[in-house]
């Protein structure tokens, strides 16, 4: 087991190299200035401007930033140390190349993230910040997708071809269908409007104390957590649905009909057992559904998490959040792949990990 | 039994029917009318004089702001973004007030008067005496040289450099006196003087802990209504009370200044009252003046929308001055260089049309550079272009723009600055996500090729516009101006040293030497008197509204909706809290 998680970790290794050069030149290469944008005024001069391009290290080429990204290390031709003498990079001067080599102490491979362009705060702790809050969201609406997805696509099964049956995959289409955004606007006017049951959005009722209330925590998290479900419902029930029709035409399932176990025994203890093994599988694309499905629920429900962080630095062109974001999502899908694969081999005996 | 059972139900249906046929009695209303007259002489007055109990201001209550976007950084000399001077407004003090009306720069803060030297270059500023950092330490003129030097030092990164322009010293003549020399008379100098102040005894001496202060995310001191609790990014900003305000404690207990990034959701929390302020959009406006809890704050803003007209040849932008200040002649715009078709695209526009539908009467046609909010600048007699399409399209004929193969597009046939037979085709761009500026674009579109233009209208992403519009490289562009201010001076968009591609703000190449003179003459009027400067800002607009760089679309018009459940409120156009230390709560 040991072997095949280092094998599996290391096997992550390429692919968060291939996620992060693909993300690093889509991303640089993307239509929009962050400096532009952060300056379209005429009171900022040019020379601001220029200043403030050379110190992000956006006026090189985007290669030589991803090295710098990757590295901490960043390469300027001529003699320029002078030029950094007041920050706090090292620079030295390699005559016969003609260039300078500066190290700021960070780069992505000594576990720095970089520095957000948009509110100067180093990149992890923002992703610090920000996680627990798309945490409680994201474990909230996998909670709602398992326990209403798993029992819908049961019963769905059970009564197959049954209007139950039929509604449930209905459902399941439109749920998938729905945009969120839309879905989040008509609950917020519903519940938190029109009958006032519950508050339109943010994390808390906000107060001068700004004390923690597990209650109004609840409550904050009910309609978020719901619309970022639906999707989860749909992919479960459908899922379920699939894998226990499956089983309940194995042999030990006819074998076990046909020695005369009742039916609800036949359906509930053996035949949900082995269809809710497969479902370990889904838990990795689910957790990635979750994962993306924040950047616009979060934005829509005033949720202070890593989605809407991730959302308004693409907006703001913020490169080291957005490279910062996008890794961390990489690595918690590759994780919750891997977790879902380990867990498939615990529940099922018949499956080696090797 | 079956037809005993229907016999006894036919039964009760023909009872039913019976009794729903009976005349049902109708009520008789009568009517009594009375006449009394009353017959009243009066034979003696005696004037009452009540003078109510004075009911004190009730203590208490916090005010919720909605905002879309949160805060960056809590500094007055390193922010540059909106959000963030609206919560550390709370806590620096500035050198000058703003009227919330007129927006005219008055003595309401630091400076309690000031003195100008007769050459218009020394002012002197005499501050207010025992205001206080809510640690105690007195503000003084220290902290403002402090703040404006750090601006200057090698130490501090900071968008602000420019507010040390044309400034040739500081000098602090005594704690409560500073002196300010300017290298020349620049009338608009003054507003640079409005920065928010440092604490200067927090701060290291040689201004090295500027940048990486631990104040700039949580304010130590303030001496502001209000001071820092606590901010969570994203999420909200919490102030409370200054009790030391030196204007008055406010009454309420605190502000918050809430992130809600949607402003479907920033409406629908308004409704539930968990936000007390927001800016409206015009297709919110309804919902929030049927709302009896609501009041609405529509004011005319400080910006406009426009259509800028390139006059230079997009494949080939140049500086408009040379090395020495000399004017460069540019290689012109083939087709807007005329200005028979600016002056055709003026008239072709619907601007009623456009102000109801796509701004949902949010606007207000003006016809020049300068907004009526400058009322002493402001040329009123100016007449905005009329929406004629007739003349427009004569004005297009007889310059010798015509569609001689009738394929409903107009070819040079005789135009004086584009080649022979080349089509009236131009390329207008905005930027994409501005729903607003993208539905102009499309009528635009619609309206200036049913008089004979080929518009290919396209709206892409904000910052690769900035890099078109900076570079030089558009025909046309719609885009707007905001927070333009109180003087009138707009040498930015105008003056040909600021046509510089890459950078300068007169990227549409407006090249008038006339109005590079008055430009300059304007600002450096001795005395700086408003009445001395009018004559030079009606010339300019008069020539600009003539040359058309621009087609002025409408002025902006803001909106603000907010609860009623403090009085006192008094917003102006300029400041909404102006008098936030007399709100009190409403019940």
């Known amino acids: 087991m040991a072997r095949y998680v280092i094998r599996r970790l290391l096997q992550a290794v390429p692919t968060l190299v291939g996620v992060s050069v693909i993300a690093f030149a889509l991303v640089y290469n993307s239509p929009g200035d962050p400096i532009l944008i952060r300056t379209f005024d005429p009171n900022i001069t040019q020379e601001t401007r220029e200043t403030l391009r050379r110190q992000l290290g956006l006026d090189q080429h985007w290669a030589l930033q991803y090295v710098s990204w990757l590295t901490g290390v960043t390469l300027r031709g001529g003699a320029v140390v002078a030029e950094f003498e007041r920050s706090d990079t090292s620079c030295s001067f390699v005559a016969w190349l003609n260039t300078t080599f500066c190290d700021n102490g960070g780069g992505i491979l000594r576990g720095n993230l970089g520095t957000s362009i948009a509110t100067n705060q180093p990149v992890w702790d923002r992703i610090v910040e920000r996680m627990p809050a798309t945490l409680q969201l994201g474990v909230a609406a996998l909670l709602v997708s398992l326990l209403a997805g798993v029992p819908l696509g049961v019963l769905s099964a059970v009564r197959q071809r049954s209007l139950f049956d039929g509604s449930v995959r209905v459902l399941a289409v439109v749920g998938n269908a729905l945009p969120s955004f839309w879905l989040g606007l008509m609950l917020i006017l519903f519940f938190g409007v029109v009958l006032g049951w519950l508050p339109t959005g943010g994390m808390r009722t906000v107060s001068l104390t700004n004390e923690f209330d597990p209650v109004d925590r609840a409550r904050h998290l009910v309609l978020p957590a719901f619309v970022l479900a639906v999707s989860g419902v749909a992919l479960f029930s459908r899922f379920m649905r699939t894998e226990t029709l499956e089983v309940i035409r194995t042999d030990y399932i006819r074998m076990a009909r046909a020695k005369g176990v009742a039916a609800r025994r036949v359906w509930f203890v053996h035949a949900l057992g082995n269809a809710l093994i497969p479902l370990m599988t889904a838990l990795g694309p689910a957790i990635f559904g979750v994962l993306s499905g924040a950047v616009i629920v979060e934005t829509i429900f005033s949720w202070p998490g890593m989605g809407r962080m991730t959302f308004s630095a693409a907006i703001q062109r913020d490169y080291p959040t957005v490279l910062g974001a996008v890794m961390f999502f990489s690595l918690l899908t590759i994780m919750g792949n891997l977790l879902s694969d380990i867990l498939y081999g615990v529940v099922d005996p018949r499956v080696r990990l090797s | ?587």
């Open chain 2, 1 to 587: 039994m079956a037809r005993k059972k229907f016999s006894i139900l036919a039964a009760l249906l023909a009872a039913a029917l019976v009794l729903a046929a009976c005349p049902q009695p109708t009520p008789v209303v009568e009517t009594v009318r009375e006449t009394v007259v009353v017959t009243q002489v009066v034979t003696q007055t005696e004037e009452v004089v009540v003078t109510p109990t004075p009911v004190p201001p009730m203590q208490g209550g916090v005010w919720v702001e909605g905002s879309s976007a949160d805060a960056t950084i809590l500094n007055p000399i390193l922010a540059s973004d909106s959000a963030s001077f609206d919560v550390l407004n709370w806590f620096f003090p500035s050198l000058l007030g703003q009227d919330p009306f007129s927006g005219a720069i008055v003595p309401t803060e630091m400076a309690a008067s000031w003195d100008v030297s007769e050459d218009g270059l020394v002012w002197t500023f005499n501050l207010q005496d025992g205001v206080m950092w809510s640690d105690g330490e007195q503000v003084t003129a220290d902290d403002f040289k402090f703040t404006y030097d750090a601006i200057g030092s090698d130490l501090v990164e900071t968008p602000r450099k420019a507010n040390l322009d044309n400034i040739e010293s500081i000098e602090v003549l005594d704690p409560l006196t500073i002196q300010v020399t300017y290298a020349e008379v620049k009338c608009d100098a003054l507003n640079n003087l409005s920065l928010g102040w440092l604490p200067s005894h927090l701060y290291a001496a040689d201004y090295s802990d500027v940048m990486d202060s631990p104040l700039n995310e949580a304010p130590a001191v303030s001496a502001g209504p209000f001071i820092f609790n606590e901010w969570i990014r994203d999420d909200n900003s919490t102030v409370l009370r200054n009790d030391g305000y030196w204007k008055g404690a406010p009454h309420m207990d605190g502000w918050i200044y809430k992130i809600v990034p949607d402003p479907g959701a920033r409406l629908a929390q308004l409704q539930t009252a968990e936000l007390d302020l927001i800016g409206v959009q015009p297709e919110q406006l309804t919902t929030v003046q049927l709302n009896p809890d609501l009041n609405l704050h529509k004011f005319k803003d400080d910006g406009y929308s426009y259509i800028g007209l390139n006059q230079a040849d997009p494949a080939n932008p140049q500086a408009g001055q040379d090395e020495d200040g000399n004017l460069v002649a540019q290689d012109p715009h083939p087709i807007l260089s005329d200005l028979a078709v600016r002056q055709a695209i003026a008239h072709a526009l619907d601007y009623d049309a456009i102000i109801s539908k796509v701004y949902l009467g949010q606007g207000y046609q003006i016809a020049s550079n300068v907004l009526p909010a400058v009322e002493w600048a402001h040329d009123p007699s100016l007449r905005p272009y009329a929406f004629d399409i007739e003349a427009a399209a004569q004005i297009l004929d007889d310059a010798g723009w015509t569609d001689s193969d009738e394929d409903g597009v107009r070819e040079c046939n005789g135009c004086a600055t584009a080649e022979e037979g080349a089509t009236l085709t131009i390329r207008l761009q905005t930027n994409a996500g501005n729903t607003t500026r993208e539905d102009l674009g499309a009528l635009v579109k619609d309206q200036l090729d049913g008089i004979g233009f080929d518009i290919q209208f396209e709206a892409i992403e904000f910052g690769t516009l900035v890099g078109e519009l900076l570079g030089q490289t558009f025909d046309m562009v719609i885009i707007g101006w905001t927070g333009l201010g109180t003087d009138p001076n707009d040498d930015a968009f105008w003056h040909s040293k600021f046509d510089t591609p890459g950078s300068g703000f007169n990227f549409v190449s407006y090249q008038n030497a006339r109005i590079d003179e008055l430009l300059e003459q304007a600002v450096s009027v001795p005395g700086c008197a408003t009445a001395d400067r009018a004559p030079f800002y009606h010339e300019i607009q008069k020539i600009i509204h003539d040359d058309i760089p621009y087609v002025f679309v409408t002025g902006s018009v803001g909106n603000t909706g907010y609860s009623k459940k403090f009085n006192g409120t008094d917003p102006g156009p300029w400041s909404f809290y102006h008098n936030i230390e007399t709100w009190s709560l409403a019940q």
